[in-house]
């Protein structure tokens, strides 16, 4: 498969640019900022790379580190912002810093609409983000566009295909930055076979490769990666595929019957393990955030290990995506996953192969697949619900009572999230239940209750979060209910706190 390489110079936009790329039909991935020639050359189907931009100066000392002899790459290189300054500077050229900064939407004045930015106009709006700026080219470059602050705003080298843009053409505010970037996707003759019904097809291929004649175990969390995981697994291997979602008496309202009909008819060996008992029995008496997590994690791994070799499973498949794999730091392709995503992790003595179909895939590339993959559409926009559920949303002991009043105020949040039409705004919308009591009137008599908390989150990434600013009525009729419908809540607050310093979860 052909691809493009962006490389990673700390700009907000990085990821953006490999988005943008797929976008375009050819696969793209991201890598450290010192990805060396050698190491560009030796990588299979590699037809272009993007140097992004980044918040340091050329002159820096502190600015990322990058291979002197990137541009032997032997493919095409655009440089985008910092990296159009980087590739000047190494060639020769001269980077200066800028008399005023340009922020926000400049007008393009283009000179040469030969290559990059053909069929761009003369004149264009594009997104910028800098105050150095390129003031004079390396031998054999020549000018392609400027404007007011940037008399060399765009640059191309024919011979050596070498291109350079000051602007983000991978902002939508950018009016044609689709238009250049497919143009340089057609310099760099790069094929667009990064389709969604291709990349099913490769890994439906790649799955049935790599588990041969044996067989596979699946944890069903009921959320979009696992799931999507697992119809893909059963389109290659079928029902030697054995898809395990436990009950752990955590879960959301309605969970099982949800599951059961989301995956009972289709053609895998899906397997329903009732185990609220286990887990109430091993958190009794237990208060301390990471122990529940411990000993949450560790029963699920104890379940999938039984139901494992009661089946001869081999492979371990996860629902790991690519941004789990950023998260966790990835760095030459070292596949190290954030424990936080694993339940707990997996212990270091497992036998199971672990296998991740969805590694290279996005977040929205995931649900595109999950969509022509027909699963249902509430699985695909579902809230993300954490691994140990319930246990960390209920602060201090973890008991069946307590879980049940937590799980029905989430889910009285949850319907009134869908019914004010919000619910797929929101990165999460639940209720955590506190181990204190606060005095309230109800009917004619004093109680002494717990309260719950509402978060309701916006996040993009789940690295950082904000509070929503829901609508005062929709809290209202979220706490009416609560103190409403369930008898042991006599208070409902909200959480105003963004991450950092909070962490969505409480616990
Ligand atoms: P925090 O609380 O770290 O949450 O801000 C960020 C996102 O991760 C989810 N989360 C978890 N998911 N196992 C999971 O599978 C976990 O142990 C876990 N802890 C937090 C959380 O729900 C949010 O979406």
């Given at each position: 498969m052909d691809k493009i390489t962006v490389l990673d110079f700390g700009g907000q936009y990085c990821h953006l640019i490999?988005?943008?790329v797929r976008e375009l039909g050819v696969y793209c991935e991201v890598l450290p900022s010192d990805t060396s020639a050698a190491e560009l050359k030796a990588m299979d189907g590699l037809r272009g790379v993007i140097l992004s931009g980044g918040a340091a100066s050329v002159y820096d000392e502190?600015?990322?580190?990058?291979?002197?002899?990137?541009l032997e790459a032997g493919v095409p290189i655009l440089g985008i912002c910092y990296g159009h300054q980087l590739l000047a500077h190494i060639g020769g050229g001269r980077v200066s810093g800028g008399k005023v900064g340009e922020y926000g939407l400049t007008s393009l004045k283009v000179k040469d609409s030969r290559g990059l930015l053909a069929g761009v106009g003369v004149k264009s709006d594009v997104w910028m983000n800098h105050r150095d700026i390129v003031a004079?080219?390396?031998?054999?470059?020549?000018?392609?566009?400027?404007?007011?602050?940037s008399p060399i705003a765009a640059y191309a080298n024919d011979k050596s295909r070498i291109f350079g843009v000051q602007f983000h053409p991978e902002v939508t505010h950018t009016a044609k930055g689709m238009r250049m970037l497919g143009n340089f996707v057609r310099l760099c003759?790069?094929?667009?076979?990064?389709t969604?019904?291709?990349v099913i097809g490769k890994s439906v291929e790649e799955a049935r490769e790599t588990i041969g004649a044996g067989k596979a175990i699946i944890g069903l969390s009921g959320g979009v990666d696992s799931s999507t995981a697992a119809v893909l697994l059963s389109r290659a291997i079928g029902e030697r595929l054995t898809a395990v979602y436990v009950d752990t008496g955590l879960m959301r309202h309605g969970e099982t019957e949800f599951m059961e009909k989301a995956f009972g008819g289709r053609k895998m060996d899906f397997r329903v393990v009732r185990a609220a008992d286990r887990f109430f029995a091993a958190l009794k008496g237990v208060e301390e955030p990471e122990r529940k997590r411990k000993i949450i994690?560790?029963?699920f791994i104890e379940i999938f290990d039984e139901a494992a070799s009661e089946v001869g499973a081999e492979y371990l498949v996860q629902g790991?995506?690519?941004?789990?794999?950023?998260?966790?730091?990835?760095?030459?392709?070292?596949?190290n996953i954030k424990s936080h995503h694993n339940v707990g992790g997996l212990p270091k003595d497992m036998k199971l192969k672990v296998y991740e179909p969805l590694r290279d895939l996005y977040k929205d590339e995931v649900r595109a697949m999950a969509r022509q993959l027909r699963l249902p559409d509430a699985i695909i926009t579902r809230h993300v619900f954490p691994g140990p559920g319930l246990g960390i949303r209920i602060l201090g002991e973890v008991t069946p009572e307590k879980a049940e009043i937590c799980r029905q105020a989430g889910r009285i949040v949850e319907e009134e999230l869908r019914k004010a039409g919000v619910y797929e705004k929101y990165w999460m919308g639940f209720a955590v239940l506190l181990p204190v009591k606060s005095v309230?009137?109800?009917?004619d008599s004093r109680t002494y209750k717990c309260p719950v908390v509402i978060r309701i989150i916006e996040s993009k990434d789940a690295m950082t979060a904000n509070f929503s600013k829901v609508p005062y009525q929709i809290l209202e009729a979220i706490s009416t209910r609560i103190t409403n419908e369930i008898q042991e809540v006599n208070r409902v607050v909200y959480d105003i706190t963004n991450k950092p310093p909070a962490t969505m979860e409480w616990e």
């Open positions: 490999s988005r943008r502190s600015s990322p580190a990058y291979s002197p002899d990137i004079k080219l390396p031998a054999g470059y020549r000018v392609l566009a400027s404007t007011r602050h003759k790069a094929k667009s076979d990064w969604m019904k291709d994690g560790a029963l790991t995506i690519y941004s789990d794999r950023i998260e966790s730091g990835i760095t030459r392709h070292s596949d309230g009137i109800q009917g």
